[in-house]
């Protein structure tokens, strides 16, 4: 009964976070993310229930059918939704809250060979963008987002914008929440690159402020330095004119 109530909010979840999807049919037939996430919850069930053979059986059709791989051992909790989806790996000790997004390309990876809790936990409503790396034993703070094509190895804490290779966290969630789901309008994602070439503009500004300040007075020193080149100019064409003269 828990697998059809979970089905049930899977659907709701394509509707709710991809405003491409028209119908129930189309939704159910052809989303990928949504095939992976219903393979994996019968894989979870046969791994936790120690049919491990099985539940790799199963997740491995996943993988061939939809080109996402979910390891039947981790967690994940209600409302998962895979965007596109093609490319996504997640690892067998992932842990994955409720309400979570991922989108195509995502990697929930794992950095040790120990047999040991090594991959990410994500918390509730976590949104991680298209070819996003999130690696290592670290935890994803709920309602964080990670923008496309990061790679993030340290705790992101809850209500962060993460983006860059090493992820850095460059702003709050907090202030872009509308009706308890996160904003993805893409001006509101911090750019770092744009904010320093601003700093970098305004310091080009303050040095043509202060040479303009300047200004006046290099030029009347540099008015000065002509005078005393012609004199010395002057004095030269004497002394040519002394000593050719024969006055030495």
Not at 80 to 99: L, N, P, R, Y
Not at 119 to 134: M, N, Q, Y
């Amino acid at each position: 009964m828990k697998f059809w109530e979970y089905l049930k909010e899977d659907v709701a979840s394509a509707f709710d976070r991809d405003p491409a999807a028209r119908s129930v049919p189309e939704v159910v037939t052809a989303y990928p993310g949504l095939h992976a996430v219903w393979m994996f919850r019968i894989a979870h069930w046969l791994w936790t229930h120690h049919l491990l053979l099985l539940g790799r059986l199963v997740s491995h059709i996943a993988r061939w059918l939809t080109g996402i791989e979910i390891h039947p051992g981790a967690m994940i909790g209600r409302r998962f939704f895979i965007d596109h989806g093609m490319g996504v790996v997640i690892g067998e000790t992932t842990e994955i809250g409720d309400d979570v997004t991922l989108y195509n390309g995502v990697t929930l990876g794992g950095t040790t060979w120990q047999k040991e809790k090594r991959h990410p936990t994500l918390e509730d409503g976590v949104i991680i963008g298209a070819g996003a790396k999130v690696l290592g034993a670290i935890t994803i703070g709920k309602h964080s987002r990670v923008g496309a094509n990061s790679v993030v190895l340290q705790n992101v804490p809850p209500h962060s914008t993460v983006i860059g290779i090493p992820g850095t966290v460059v702003g709050t969630t907090e202030t872009i929440i509308e009706g308890g789901k996160i904003n993805l309008d893409h001006h509101l994602m911090p750019n770092p690159v744009a904010e320093a070439l601003r700093h970098v503009l305004q310091l080009i500004d303050d040095v043509n402020g202060r040479i303009d300040e300047i200004h006046p007075a290099a030029k009347k020193k540099a008015g000065h330095m002509q005078d005393v080149e012609k004199d010395m100019k002057k004095e030269h064409s004497s002394l040519d004119r002394f000593i050719g003269g024969g006055g030495i």
